[in-house]
């Protein structure tokens, strides 16, 4: 079946620009997850969704990082004012139950 | 979530066992153990999980201690794709609630031909 699928797979963009990174969750799945990994690094919680529960956004590193999850289903996360520092790979995982599917994730450099 | 350690690399030959091993001392007894891998380029992958009871699934088994301090993660004949890195993790439960992922440092396994 489909796992879990993530756009774009490489972003490039210019230091202060907005960018939008999209996460389809295995369907189903209520549970969400953004993380984000940086060069040869563990991985950081982002973000996380349960069904129609407010989000859990303990793990945002700034303002400046925002995620909606609409019906449901598609998420996006949202940063704002790139920074060098922003450069990782932005990994989505969603969940029904114990295991944690991950997408492919998608690498983000700011120049 | 308990701390773990792991040796930060291992070699394996190509068809033979590959054991992970995973420290825990401070496991609470509640607290499961998780091992997940990521493999080059690509998000983590989950592989198998135990409280206690060593577990086999079609990808490994998990051998835990009776103290639970420790475990080992077998995979019974590695081959040149289970080139990766592995990582041991405790979490409190074995439901998704909150359930967010923190991974350390893991094992770099690398499997020679």
């Known amino acids: 079946g489909a796992g879990v699928s993530q756009s774009p797979s490489n972003k490039v963009t210019e230091k202060g620009k907005d960018v939008e990174l999209r996460c389809d969750p295995i369907s189903g799945h209520t549970a969400l997850y953004w993380y984000r990994q940086s060069l040869g690094q563990g991985l950081e919680f982002l973000i996380y969704f349960q069904g129609n529960s407010a989000p859990d956004k303990s793990g945002l590193p700034s303002d400046r990082f925002s995620a909606e999850r609409t019906g449901g289903s598609v998420s996006t996360l949202t940063i704002q004012r790139t920074q060098q520092e922003d450069s990782a790979v932005y990994l989505c995982?969603?969940?029904?139950?114990?295991?944690?599917?991950f997408g492919p994730g998608t690498r983000l450099t700011v120049t | 979530d308990a701390k773990t350690t792991q040796p930060p690399s291992m070699d394996c030959a190509e068809g033979r066992a590959a054991n992970l091993p995973c420290n825990h001392s401070t496991i609470s007894g509640n607290e499961y153990v998780y091992w997940y891998r990521q493999i080059h380029s690509q998000g983590p992958q989950y592989i198998i999980h135990?409280?206690?009871n060593n577990e086999t699934n079609e990808m490994a088994s998990l051998i835990i201690t009776e103290d639970r301090k420790s475990s080992t993660l077998i995979l019974p004949h590695a081959t040149l794709r289970d080139t990766a890195v592995y990582y041991c993790?405790?979490?409190?439960?074995?439901?998704?609630?909150?359930?967010?992922?923190?991974f350390g440092g893991g094992t770099r396994l690398m499997v020679k031909p």
């Open positions: 995982a969603s969940s029904e139950y114990y295991e944690q599917y």
């Open positions: 135990g409280l206690k």
């Open positions: 993790i405790v979490r409190v439960s074995a439901n998704n609630a909150g359930n967010m992922l923190t």
